[in-house]
């Protein structure tokens, strides 16, 4: 079960709207899941509503006092069989929050990987290919109307997530989450790991790359002695991206443990993540950098920036530690 980072993302989200949108089908054959994750929020101070179309008949009326006995602080919210449901959830407010749909599948890209985290420009420069792609037929009319919705800042986040066991919680609560965002008003903060949570969030990305055989393993205990030498980018307060410093000498630093949460992939992390540490490592008077990765990603972004492949003789202490890896350097002026 991926690890709950419940007090650091509570502090985004207590106080706030969250409103969760799921078809009949979808609420009938997941309805003890949703409710558990409902609860889970409401106990963190989350306000939350509930909408969903199960028609109006005799054998759903054991559902609908189910709802209501073990949601009381959680608006329940039926959209009329005769209204279009994702319009009426869209239109049913002036302002949300979070908005959270919850279907058979997340959005996948043209080539099938399922998409993380997208802003609406991404989303309106490829509407053709979105549309081909996504899982849920539904949606290829919606994106339009969600798009919409966001950039008249009538709603900052909608969550697109496959219904099951978790799902909610694992979305908001983790570092990956479980399954599409798509927003715009994303806020990035670079800063110094300060807190044992931040520490805690920090192993957790570096775990993931080290299952993918790019990172050499670091044990928590490691990050936490050291974590004067990490560094994180924050996206509305949440760590989704680290970095951490190694000393080589007196005008060069290496970027080693350079990851980024998998959720934030393509939406430019890397880049602030890499140019911010390089500007506050600079201010501090450091103006060379090397990195040693095989990762096909970071390379990719290292060439971005200005980065070249080789290894440089007075750094020949550095490779021998390991030997089978590019090293990429940069000076600065």
């Not at 490829?126 to 549309?131: A, M």
């Not at 790359?209 to 949440?238: C, E, W």
């Not at 090397?290 to 080789?310: D, M, R």
Request: hydrophobic share 40%; charged share 25%; net charge neutral.
């Amino acid at each position: 079960m991926p690890q709950l980072h419940i007090e650091e993302y509570t502090r985004v989200l207590a106080g706030k709207e969250v409103f969760i949108a799921c078809r009949e089908g979808i609420l009938r054959d997941h309805f003890q899941a949703i409710i558990a994750d409902i609860k889970f929020l409401k106990r963190q101070g989350i306000a939350t509503a509930l909408f969903h179309n199960m028609s109006n008949r005799f054998a759903n009326q054991q559902h609908f006092k189910e709802l209501a006995t073990r949601l009381p602080m959680t608006k329940i919210v039926r959209v009329p069989s005769d209204k279009d449901f994702y319009q009426f959830v869209l239109d049913y407010s002036d302002a949300v929050f979070k908005l959270i749909f919850l279907e058979r599948k997340y959005l996948i890209d043209p080539e099938g990987n399922k998409i993380n985290a997208v802003t609406t420009r991404r989303i309106r420069q490829s509407l053709g290919d979105f549309r081909n792609a996504i899982a849920n037929t539904n949606f290829r009319d919606v994106l339009e109307r969600i798009c919409q919705k966001i950039e008249d800042a009538l709603v900052d986040r909608v969550h697109i997530l496959p219904a099951g066991k978790h799902t909610i919680k694992h979305e908001l609560f983790t570092v990956e989450g479980a399954g599409t965002l798509i927003a715009n008003n994303f806020v990035e903060d670079f800063r110094q790991v300060q807190t044992d949570e931040e520490v805690a969030i920090v192993w957790n990305i570096l775990e993931i790359y080290k299952r993918q055989g790019y990172l050499k393993p670091r044990t928590r205990a490691y990050v936490d002695s050291n974590r004067h030498s990490f560094y994180v980018t924050a996206i509305d307060g949440i760590i989704v991206g680290c970095v951490e410093k190694k000393d080589i000498d007196p005008e060069t630093v290496e970027l080693g443990a350079l990851a980024i949460s998998t959720k934030f992939r393509n939406q430019r992390v890397g880049v602030h993540t890499v140019t911010a540490f390089i500007d506050l490592m600079a201010s501090q008077g450091i103006y060379k950098f090397i990195s040693l990765t095989n990762n096909p990603l970071l390379e990719k972004l290292y060439n971005q920036l200005g980065f070249v492949q080789e290894s440089r003789s007075e750094y020949n202490d550095r490779q021998a530690q390991s030997p089978d890896v590019k090293m990429f350097y940069k000076h600065i002026e």
